[in-house]
C-alpha cells in the first residue's frame, strides 16, 4: 500500500481523503491559459468564491450531521468535509497570489464573507437544500471540465490546471453526500429545488463579480473582443452545465445514477499509485492530458 493510498480514514467511509498541498510559484501569470485571459480569469474566479463557499458548506452539514440517521452517511459526511477543506485551503494560497497582481479582489472577499455571514442566520433546511443543490449543479461542472479538458487546459500551466481537475475528481467522490444529507432530513422537493437554482446562480454571480475585477485590472473588460470572447466560454459554460441540472430536477432523481467520467477513475488509480510527497500534476502538454502525473 502506497503512502497516499492510506489517507483513507475509517471515519470518512469510503471517501479518500488527499492532504494535497499544491504550491504555486508567487511569479506565476494569473493568465494561467496563456492567450485566453477569459477563461484564465472566469476560473480563477471560481477559486476566489472557495475559501467563504465551503467553509460555509462544511458548517452546514456539520450542524445537519448531528440529526442524521444513518451511520454510513455521517462517515460519509466527515469525508465530505475533510476534501472541501483542502479544497479551499489550496484555492486560498492560489488566491493570494491572484490578490497580489488585483488587490481589488479583496472587496469581492469581503462582499462574499459578508454574504456567508448572513447566510448562516438562516434556517438549517435553507442552508443544506443551497449545500445539495449546489453540489448537484457541480456534477455538471465536473463532466464539462474533464471531457473538454484538451480544450480548456492544454498546454495551460500544470499547476492551476491539476488543481481544478483534482478538485473536480473529489467532487465526484461526495456527489451523494449533501443530496442524501437533505434527504435524510428533510426529503422536500421544492427546496432542494429551489436551493439547486439559487445556490447555482448566486456562486456564478459572485465568480463573476471577481473575474470582472481581473479583466478590468488588464483593461480587457470594455473591449469587444474580449467581451466576445467571455460570452463565448460563458456559453459553452451554460451548454455543458444546464443538462445536469435540468436531469436533476425529474422525480426519482438521485446523483448515484448519473455515470462518472472514465478519467476520475483513471485519476483515482494514478494518484494510488503516486510516490509520497509528490504533488499530482499533470501532464498538460500532452494532447489528451491523460491520467499520468509528472514525476
Given at each position: 500500500?502506497?503512502?497516499?493510498e492510506k ?15 499544491f ?97 448562516q ?73 429551489w436551493?439547486?437554482?439559487y ?97
Amino acid at each position: 500500500m502506497s503512502a497516499h493510498e492510506k489517507t483513507l480514514h475509517p471515519e470518512t467511509g469510503g471517501i479518500v481523503v488527499r492532504a494535497i498541498p499544491f504550491s504555486f510559484d508567487e511569479k506565476i501569470n494569473p493568465v494561467w491559459y496563456p492567450g485566453r485571459p477569459e477563461w484564465s480569469h472566469m476560473a480563477n474566479g471560481a477559486s476566489l468564491t472557495m475559501p467563504y463557499l465551503e467553509p460555509f458548506l462544511i458548517k452546514t452539514v456539520r450542524e445537519a450531521l448531528k440529526k442524521a440517521s444513518n451511520q454510513q452517511l455521517k462517515e460519509d459526511v466527515h469525508g465530505f468535509m475533510a476534501q472541501e477543506g483542502n479544497h479551499f485551503q489550496n484555492h486560498r494560497r492560489y488566491n493570494e497570489i491572484l490578490k497580489c497582481h488585483y488587490p481589488k479582489l479583496a472587496d469581492v472577499e469581503e462582499e462574499m464573507a459578508a454574504e456567508y455571514k448572513n447566510f448562516q442566520a438562516k434556517s438549517l433546511r435553507w442552508r443544506l437544500a443551497y449545500t445539495a443543490g449546489f453540489e448537484t449543479m457541480t456534477m455538471g461542472m465536473t463532466e464539462w471540465l474533464i471531457e473538454a479538458r484538451r480544450d480548456l487546459f492544454g498546454n495551460a500551466d500544470p499547476s492551476v490546471s491539476s488543481l481544478i481537475l483534482w478538485h473536480m475528481v473529489e467532487e465526484t467522490e461526495h456527489k451523494n453526500v449533501a443530496y442524501d444529507l437533505y434527504e435524510d432530513l428533510y426529503g422536500s422537493y421544492w427546496p432542494r429545488t429551489w436551493g439547486l437554482i439559487y445556490g447555482s446562480f448566486h456562486v456564478a454571480w459572485a465568480s463573476r463579480k471577481g473575474y470582472k475585477r481581473m479583466l478590468e485590472g488588464d483593461r480587457l473588460w470594455n473591449k469587444l473582443t474580449s467581451r466576445l470572447r467571455l460570452w463565448r466560454m460563458v456559453t459553452q459554460f451554460l451548454i455543458k452545465v444546464s443538462p445536469a441540472m435540468l436531469r436533476s430536477l425529474a422525480p426519482g432523481y438521485h446523483p448515484s445514477k448519473v455515470k462518472d467520467p472514465a478519467w476520475v477513475s483513471r485519476w483515482t488509480d494514478a494518484y494510488t499509485d503516486l510516490p509520497e510527497n509528490i504533488i499530482p500534476l499533470l501532464d498538460t502538454s500532452h494532447p489528451d492530458i491523460p491520467a499520468q502525473f509528472v514525476r
